[in-house]
C-alpha cells in the first residue's frame, strides 16, 4: 500500500500539537509541542519528553508538577526527580510536599552528648523537647527549639533501653539493665518511683494510651503490667521462651502485644491476661520494633532485615516491605497513617507509602545503626537516635506561615475572620493613631491588602468580633463599644458610658449612667442579639438582647480581678465568666442566677472557649496550664500543661475536634480535644500571641501579636 504523503515521515519536522511525532523526528511550537508528545507517546517516550520540559523555564516547571499525577508511577518518579533540584522555588517546594512531604525533609541538626549508643528516642506531646536513653546509663532532655541539651537524669547503674512519656507530658518512665524501672517527674527532674521489675534487665517498656498503666518486657521471658501511679504489679504474663525484646499497646488500651526472641508475637487481653494470639517473627528486632497505626487497624512488626504489615481485625499478613539491608530497629507510623517510618542497622532512615506498600524515601546520614526514630504528632519533626552516639533532627524545612501581615505600630490585642473567610479585622495599640481615633483594618484574606481603617475609638482597642452575617463588625475599646458597617465603613455607638453621653455621644443604644466604666470584655451571641460585657471598675457583667436594649440584666460575680473573659453557648442559655481570679463563675441566662462557681486553677485564667455544641468548656491560665471540662457538670475532663507560659487565648475548631492556645513564648500550639495531646505547633511570631481566630472551615487561622504582626496559618 503506498505510503500516505499527508503524513509525515521519519526525520521529518512537524508542528507541536498538531499531528503525531514521526519516529527521529524533530518537534516544533515549544512547550506546546511538549504537552502534545506527553499526551500522545508511549511511556518510554513520555518519561524522554519530560526532560525537554526543563527548557522551557517556569511553563516546564509547571508542566512537570501537572505530571506528578499522571496514572504512571514512572512517569511521577521521572517528574518527581526533575523537580527535586528545583525545590528551593516556591512553587515547586509547595507541589513536592503535597506529593510526598517527605522529600522535603532535611537534617536540621546533629546533636552529640551521651558517650556510648543512643538507644530510644522520645518527643514529648507539645513537639517542644526530646527525651533519648543510652548505655552511658543516663536520660538527657533536649530542647527542639535550642537544639542543645537542658539536662540529664541520672539514677540508673547500667545503660538504659527504654524510655516512654505518660500521655499528659509531666511524667518519663525508663528501664534498665539494672533490672529497674524509675518514674520520673518532668518538671521538677525528680525521681518518682523505683520498681526493681525483671531479672536479668529491663528490655522494653509502653504506657497505656489511658495514663494509668506501664507494661515491660525483659530478660525474664515474662511481660509485666504494673499500676502506674502505685508502682504496684498487677500482672504477670509467661508465655514467650526467650527474652521479650518489644511491647506495646493497642490505640483502644484493650490488647498487649509482645515480641521475643523466640521468635513469636504474642497477643494478650489487658484485663485477663490471657494470651489470645501468636504469630510468627524473626529473633533480631528492638524494643521498638512493633507499632499500631494511629486508627489500629494495622500492625507492624520488623522481621530481620523486613517489615511485616498484619491486618488486626483477621491477623494475617497483609504483605512484607523489603529494602533495608540489616535488622530494622524501629518502627513508627506517621500521625495521618499513610506511611510508616523504618530504622535499621544499615544506617538509614526509610520511609514507606502504606498504600502502594513501596519505599518513598530514604535518610541517610548516621554513620551507627538507627536504634530508635521518633516523629512529632503533627508530622513535622523527625527524630532519630544511633549507635554512632547522635541524634538527629529532621524536619521539613516549608513550615505552614501562609502569609505575614504588618500595618499595626504595637501589638494585634484581637482578630477574627469573617463568616464567609474572605475577610479578617484586626485591632489593637497604637496601631496608625490618628487625630480623630484609633484605627481597626479590615483586610482581604487572599490577597493581604487593607481594604478599610475603621477610625473612631479614642482608646486601644480591646476585641473586634464579626456580626454573624459578615456584613457589620462589633470592637470595643475601655469606654465604648461600636458597631460598624464594612460597607460605608460608618459606624454606631452600642454601649457608652455617662462620661461620653454628656459629650453628646447621647444616640448609643445602651447608656450607662456611670461616669466611667472600663470595659475590659465583651461577647455576641452566634446570632448577634445577645451582648455581654464585662465593666471592671463597677465589678459587675451587663446583659442586653440588643433588639430590647432597655431591658438590662446585671450580674455580680462573686469574686473579681483584672483579667475578664466571657463565652456564650450557642444556645444562649449559658454565660460563662472567667473573672480574673483562679475561678470561673457560670450564669443561667435566662433567670440571672449563678449555677456554679468552678475552683478552676491554680493561677490567674486568661482566657476560656465554649465548643460549638456548647458541651465543652476549655480554660487557659497564666502559668501555661489548660483544663478542658464537660460543660454541663463542671467537671474536669483532663489538664494540658502546655508549657509556653501564659496562655492569653484559646480557640476550638469549628468540628469540634481541635483545640488552639496562643502562647506567650510566641508560639501557637494546636491540640487534640478529645485527648489533650499535642498536634502541631506555629513558630513564627517573635512575641506573644494575644489572639488567634480560626475561619468556619476550620483550614485558615489567623494570630495577632505583641510583636505588631498578624499571621495567617493553614491548619494541619
Known sequence: MPENQNQPREYDAVLGGQVTPPVAGVVLGGIDAVKQRLASLSLQQKITVLEDALKYGEAGLELLIQTLTDVSPQVQQTAENLLFPH????????ALCEYNPWLLFECL???????HDVHTVVITPD???????????TIRLWSLSQRKEIYTL??????VNSIAIHPNGRILASGSYDETIKLWDILTRQ???????????????????DGRTLISGGADNTVKVWNLQTGNLLRTLNGHSDDVCAVTFHPDGQTIVSKSFDATLKLWCFQTGQELYTLPA???????SLAFSPDGH???????????????STKQEIT???????TVKSLTFSPDGKTLISGSADNTIKVWDLQTKQEIHTFEGHIGWVKDIAISYDGQILVSGSSDRTIKIWNIQTGKQVHSYEGHSSKVNSVAISPNGQTFVSGGSGGLVKKDGEVTKLWDLRTGSVIKNLVGHSDYIQSVVFSHDGQSVFTSCRETIKLWNLQTGTHEDILTFATHANEGESSARIKLSFMSGGIKSFIISPDSHLLACSITYQRMIVVCDLRKPQQLRILKPPHYGDFNRLAITPNKQILVDANGSNRIDIWNLKTGELIRTLKAHSQAILSIAISPDGETLVSGDNNSTIKVWVLRTGEEKFTINARSGSIFCVAITPDGQNLISSCGDSTIKVWDLQTGRGKAIFNGHTAAVSSVAISTDGQTLISGSVDGTIKIWRMP
Do not use: M, Y
Open 320 to 326: 512484607i516491605l523489603t529494602g533495608h539491608s540489616n
Open 154 to 159: 541520672q539514677g540508673h547503674s547500667r545503660g
Open 282 to 288: 524473626r529473633r533480631l528486632g528492638g524494643a521498638k
Open 127 to 137: 513537639a517542644q523537647t526530646i527525651f533519648s536513653c543510652s548505655v552511658d546509663t
Open 109 to 115: 541538626q546533629t546533636i552529640s552528648g551521651h558517650t
Open 298 to 312: 494495622t500492625l507492624a512488626s520488623a522481621c530481620s532485615q523486613t517489615i511485616k504489615l498484619w491486618n488486626w
Open 191 to 209: 525521681e518518682l518511683l523505683a520498681i526493681t521489675a525483671h531479672s536479668g534487665g529491663v528490655f522494653a517498656i509502653a504506657i497505656s494510651p
Open 87 to 94: 525545590r528551593t522555588k516556591a512553587r515547586v517546594k509547595q
